[in-house]
C-alpha cells in the first residue's frame, strides 16, 4: 500500500490548509501530526467507508476528515483545516489500516511521507 500526503504549507493563524491522502487501495485512515520536540500524535480517523468520524480534542470542530465516494478509484483522503493556529506546525502524516485503537500510530500498518504545516502568529 502506497499513501502520499500532500498540502501543507505556510499560513497565517486563522487561515486554512486542506491537506490530501491518496491510498493505492481503499483503507480507514488517520491523519498524524508531530510538532517540534514533540511525540507523534493523533489528530484524526476515518472509517473504511466514511461512515464514522473521529478527532483528537484539540482539533474538534476547526479540523474536517472526509473521504471520496467508494465508485472513486483515486482513494483519496482529506483534511480540512480551517482556524489554524500556531500550535497547529507540524509535519502531518496520514496512515492506513489500523489494528485495534484507531487514536494509537501504533496501530497502523502503512504510512505515507508527512508533509509540513507552518502557521505563523
Known amino acids: 500500500v502506497q499513501l502520499q500526503a500532500c498540502g501543507g504549507g505556510l499560513v497565517q493563524a486563522g487561515g486554512s490548509l486542506r491537506l490530501s491522502c491518496e491510498a493505492s487501495e481503499r483503507y480507514a485512515v488517520g491523519w498524524f501530526r508531530q510538532g517540534p520536540g514533540n511525540e507523534r500524535e493523533f489528530v484524526a480517523h476515518i472509517t473504511w467507508r466514511g461512515g464514522n468520524t473521529y478527532y483528537a480534542n484539540s482539533v474538534r470542530g476547526r479540523f474536517t476528515i472526509s473521504r471520496v465516494s467508494r465508485d472513486n478509484p483515486r482513494n483519496t483522503v482529506y483534511l480540512q483545516m480551517d482556524s489554524l493556529k500556531p500550535e497547529d506546525t507540524a509535519v502531518y502524516y496520514c496512515?492506513?489500516?489500523?489494528?485495534?485503537?484507531?487514536?494509537?500510530?501504533?496501530?497502523?500498518?502503512?504510512w505515507g511521507r508527512g508533509t509540513l504545516v507552518t502557521v505563523s502568529s
Open positions: 496512515a492506513a489500516d489500523p489494528e485495534g485503537d484507531y487514536y494509537s500510530a501504533t496501530k497502523y500498518k502503512y
